[in-house]
């Protein structure tokens, strides 16, 4: 069998039309020799009768504490409706299929109701339905503990479904479909002549997606990752062939020249951060740096951008946790120097490692654009700046034109 796996949306799945598009693409993939395993997320988005935010609204509006392994139980419900319903269009084309809840394509998780880990699939199901040339649909999102209770894998989960199955089944591609035609190199309302990147790395991908490019869960990208397993980022709505997403030496194949080659890929932003800078300088400078992170680990607040160096202590918080974060180091007698209103930009690609100036690059666009870097971080596919919330957009911009717009040919 040639396993293909298709995850739908909840844009994808939401009328009746949408349906048969899917079901015309699942019954293409047949045609192709595939065998498609189809995997659903819940219908529509907040508002929409069985979208996940519906449900959760529904009991929450009135009973603020419901316990996790409820809320679970209750969340499971928006696939089931999805793929019952997906399930019945298949089958008015003239198609046999067949649906599974999670437990019963055996999507085997921990037990850490709202945010489940897979621990391991369990495929029997899946490959049995398969072989007796039924269309296999699997709800999205949703598990099953050892013990027989029903979890979820975290807000957007049915990614990290399908690159399961994936992986189980050793699919020849992940195909995840939604309502744009790919991966951009930048927010498209942000920037006005954003690409459909052709191919990008897992790496890049993760990056983008961590730093806010909402198209795919990162943690569906590691997982196919770890098997090697193509996946491709699809518009439910064209035949436009998508972003496809590989390996490093795919993407950039028979190149001979890394400089010559794309050195970004794209752009992309994360919005409403605070930065604090703590002066620590001083003859008990490192017990200080001692007791500064650990109050702030102990309220568990999370940070990020982070950088130390012998007179201060740099890092940045999201905005809702930055009341809380401060009064935690004053209580501790800081006096942190609070900076609201940041934005952190991504400048991401693969190609950059080891390419001399892309720092001076970035470091060019933005002053030209009188814009201030208030802080700056890099790892081997990405550099990071931090930037006033107002100067966010025209950054990511300007960045643009520098990195991207003018090396059409290369994406
Ligand atoms: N329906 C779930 C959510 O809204 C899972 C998903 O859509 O991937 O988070
Ligand atoms: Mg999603």
């Given at each position: 069998?040639?396993?293909?796996?298709?995850?739908?949306?909840?844009?994808?799945?939401?009328?009746?039309?949408?349906?048969?598009?899917?079901?015309?693409?699942?019954?293409?993939?047949?045609?192709?020799?595939?065998?498609?395993?189809?995997?659903?997320?819940?219908?529509?988005?907040?508002?929409?009768?069985?979208?996940?935010?519906?449900?959760?609204?529904?009991?929450?509006?009135?009973?603020?504490?419901?316990?996790?392994?409820?809320?679970?139980?209750?969340?499971?419900?928006?696939?089931?409706?999805?793929?019952?319903t997906l399930t019945a269009a298949i089958q008015k084309a003239g198609h046999q299929a067949?649906?599974?809840?999670?437990?019963?394509?055996?999507?085997?998780?921990?037990?850490?109701?709202?945010?489940?880990?897979?621990?391991?699939?369990?495929?029997?199901?899946?490959?049995?339905?398969?072989?007796?040339?039924?269309?296999?649909?699997?709800?999205?999102?949703?598990?099953?503990?050892?013990?027989?209770?029903?979890?979820?894998?975290?807000?957007?989960?049915?990614?990290?479904?399908?690159?399961?199955?994936?992986?189980?089944?050793?699919?020849?591609?992940?195909?995840?479909?939604?309502?744009?035609?790919?991966?951009?190199?930048?927010?498209?309302?942000?920037?006005?002549?954003?690409?459909?990147?052709?191919?990008?790395?897992?790496d890049e991908i993760c990056q983008l997606a961590y730093e806010g490019a909402k198209v795919?869960?990162?943690?569906?990208?590691?997982?196919?990752?770890?098997?090697?397993?193509?996946?491709?980022?699809?518009?439910?709505?064209?035949?436009?062939?998508?972003?496809?997403?590989?390996?490093?030496?795919?993407?950039?194949?028979?190149?001979?020249?890394?400089?010559?080659?794309?050195?970004?890929?794209?752009?992309?932003?994360?919005?409403?951060?605070?930065?604090?800078?703590?002066?620590?300088?001083?003859?008990?400078?490192?017990?200080?740096?001692?007791?500064?992170?650990?109050?702030?680990?102990?309220?568990?607040?999370?940070?990020?951008?982070?950088?130390?160096?012998?007179?201060?202590?740099?890092?940045?918080?999201?905005?809702?946790?930055?009341?809380?974060?401060?009064?935690?180091?004053?209580?501790?007698?800081?006096?942190?120097?609070?900076?609201?209103?940041?934005?952190?930009?991504?400048?991401?690609?693969?190609?950059?490692?080891?390419?001399?100036?892309?720092?001076?690059?970035?470091?060019?666009?933005?002053?030209?654009?009188?814009?201030?870097?208030?802080?700056?971080?890099?790892?081997?596919?990405?550099?990071?700046?931090?930037?006033?919330?107002?100067?966010?957009?025209?950054?990511?911009?300007?960045?643009?034109?520098?990195?991207?717009?003018?090396?059409?040919?290369?994406?």
């Open positions: 069998m040639k396993i293909l796996i298709q995850k739908y949306g909840g844009t994808s799945v939401n009328t009746p039309e949408a349906r048969e598009l899917v079901a015309s693409r699942v019954i293409a993939a047949r045609e192709e020799g595939y065998t498609p395993v189809v995997v659903v997320s819940a219908i529509g988005r907040l508002g929409e009768p069985y979208a996940t935010d519906t449900l959760i609204n529904f009991v929450r509006h009135t009973y603020s504490e419901v316990s996790p392994r409820e809320m679970d139980l209750l969340m499971s419900c928006g696939e089931i409706i999805s793929g019952i067949i649906f599974l809840t999670g437990a019963q394509a055996g999507i085997i998780t921990d037990h850490n109701f709202n945010e489940a880990r897979i621990i391991k699939v369990k495929p029997e199901n899946v490959i049995r339905y398969a072989r007796e040339d039924k269309v296999v649909i699997v709800a999205g999102f949703q598990g099953v503990t050892e013990e027989g209770d029903i979890t979820t894998l975290g807000r957007g989960g049915s990614d990290t479904t399908a690159a399961a199955l994936g992986v189980a089944l050793g699919a020849q591609y992940v195909d995840i479909y939604t309502d744009v035609e790919g991966i951009m190199t930048a927010d498209p309302r942000i920037v006005g002549e954003a690409q459909t990147l052709k191919m990008v790395t897992y795919i869960h990162p943690r569906a990208v590691e997982i196919v990752m770890q098997a090697n397993i193509p996946l491709r980022v699809k518009s439910i709505f064209s035949n436009a062939p998508g972003t496809l997403v590989t390996n490093l030496g795919e993407v950039y194949k028979g190149t001979i020249d890394i400089t010559r080659d794309r050195v970004i890929t794209g752009i992309t932003q994360i919005s409403n951060l605070t930065q604090f800078k703590i002066n620590t300088e001083g003859e008990e400078n490192l017990k200080q740096q001692r007791r500064l992170f650990s109050s702030l680990a102990l309220a568990g607040i999370s940070l990020d951008f982070i950088n130390v160096n012998s007179k201060e202590v740099i890092f940045t918080v999201k905005e809702e946790l930055a009341h809380k974060a401060s009064q935690i180091l004053e209580n501790v007698s800081f006096t942190p120097e609070v900076n609201y209103n940041c934005a952190k930009v991504a400048t991401v690609g693969a190609g950059m490692s080891g390419v001399p100036g892309v720092m001076a690059g970035i470091v060019e666009a933005l002053t030209k654009e009188e814009i201030q870097i208030l802080q700056a971080n890099d790892s081997y596919t990405t550099i990071w700046v931090l930037v006033k919330q107002e100067d966010m957009e025209k950054a990511i911009r300007a960045l643009h034109r520098q990195f991207v717009a003018n090396e059409k040919e290369k994406r």
